[in-house]
C-alpha cells in the first residue's frame, strides 16, 4: 500500500507540474501581442515627454503618427536602412547585443559607457512640423551608472548639437541619490547645452555643485547630483559614448548638410 501510495503521489504532483507548465507557456504566448503592445506604447510615451510633444487624454498612437518619423541608422555608416530588410532581432537591444551578427564588441579603450557589445543598427526618431521639416532628433542612450545600466532618450534640435531634453525610463540607481537622474530638477537643466563642438568634439562634463554661470563653458556643463558622483560621471559618459565615433557621430555628421540645406529651404532627409 505504501508503495503505490508514493508512486500516485509522484504521478499526481508530476501530473500538476504538466498542467501548470501548458497554463504558464499558453498565458505567456496569449500575452505576448500584449505586451509588445505596451512596450512600443510606452517607448512612444517617452520619446513624446522627452520631445516636449506629449499631451494627456490624447491618444499615444495619435500624437506620435502625428508628429514622429521612426526611421532606422546602421550605426557603422550612419546611413538610413529598412528595417525590413533586416532580422527580427536587429531592432531589439538585448537580442541584438547577444547576437556577433548583430553587435560588435566594444574595446576597453572606448568603452565609456560600461557596454559590452554595440548593437549595429538602431531607432532614431525625427520630430517634424506641419511643414514636414525636422525639428528635433531623438536618440536612444544607455550606459552604465553605478548599480545598473540607465536607459534614455536624448532630444537634440536641428544644429544636432544642442539639447532639446534628455529623459531617463529605466534605472536601478539608489532613489533619493543616483535615481534623481529621472528628476525635473537634473533633466530641466539640459535643455540648451550643447553636446558636440562643430568639429565633432564632445567637451560635456559636469561639476560638483552648481555651473558658475560667468564661466564660458557653462553651456557644455551640467550641475552633478549631490551624493550620486558615479552615477553623474555614468550619465556623462553614456552621453560621451553615444555622440562619439561608436555612437551616432557618424550619423549626426551625415545629416548636418541635410538640416542646413533644410533651413535653408531645400530638401529634406534622405530616405533608406
Known amino acids: 500500500m505504501q508503495r503505490e501510495s508514493v508512486r500516485q503521489s509522484l504521478l499526481v504532483a508530476l501530473a500538476v507540474c504538466i498542467v501548470c507548465s501548458v497554463l504558464v507557456s499558453s498565458a505567456a504566448v496569449r500575452l505576448k501581442p500584449l505586451q509588445q503592445a505596451n ?3 510606452q517607448m512612444r510615451t517617452n520619446v513624446l515627454s522627452v520631445t ?6 490624447v491618444p499615444v498612437s495619435e500624437q506620435f503618427q502625428q508628429a514622429v518619423e521612426t526611421r532606422v541608422v546602421e550605426l557603422d555608416t550612419g546611413e538610413f536602412v529598412d528595417p ?10 538585448e537580442s541584438a547585443t547577444r547576437e556577433p551578427d548583430l553587435s560588435v564588441p566594444i574595446p576597453d579603450e572606448q568603452n565609456l559607457a560600461g557596454l559590452s557589445r554595440r548593437e549595429k543598427y538602431s531607432r532614431v526618431f525625427l520630430v517634424k512640423n506641419d511643414q514636414g521639416q525636422v525639428e528635433q532628433v531623438v536618440l536612444p542612450v544607455r550606459g552604465k551608472g553605478l548599480w545598473s ?10 544644429d544636432l548639437r544642442t539639447v532639446h531634453g534628455i529623459t531617463f525610463y529605466e534605472h536601478g540607481e539608489t532613489p ?10 537634473f533633466t530641466r537643466q539640459w535643455e540648451g547645452k550643447v553636446v558636440r563642438e562643430p568639429d565633432g568634439t564632445v567637451s560635456f562634463d559636469f561639476v560638483r555643485g552648481s555651473v558658475d554661470p560667468g564661466d564660458p563653458a557653462a553651456k557644455y556643463k551640467i550641475d552633478g547630483i549631490a551624493g550620486a558622483t558615479i552615477t553623474t560621471r555614468g550619465v556623462v559618459n553614456m552621453i560621451r559614448f ?19 540645406k ?5 530638401m529634406g532627409m534622405p530616405r533608406a
Open 242 to 260: 553615444w555622440m562619439g565615433p561608436l555612437g551616432f557621430k557618424k550619423f549626426l555628421e551625415k545629416q548636418e548638410e541635410f538640416f542646413e
Open 39 to 41: 512596450q512600443v506604447r
Open 262 to 266: 533644410q533651413q535653408a529651404g531645400g
Open 52 to 57: 516636449g510633444l506629449y499631451q494627456e487624454g
Open 176 to 185: 533619493g541619490l543616483g535615481g534623481e537622474i529621472e528628476s525635473e530638477k
Open 149 to 158: 545600466t540607465m536607459y534614455g532618450f536624448l532630444s537634440l534640435e536641428p
Open 84 to 93: 525590413e530588410k533586416l532580422p527580427p532581432k536587429a531592432l531589439d537591444i
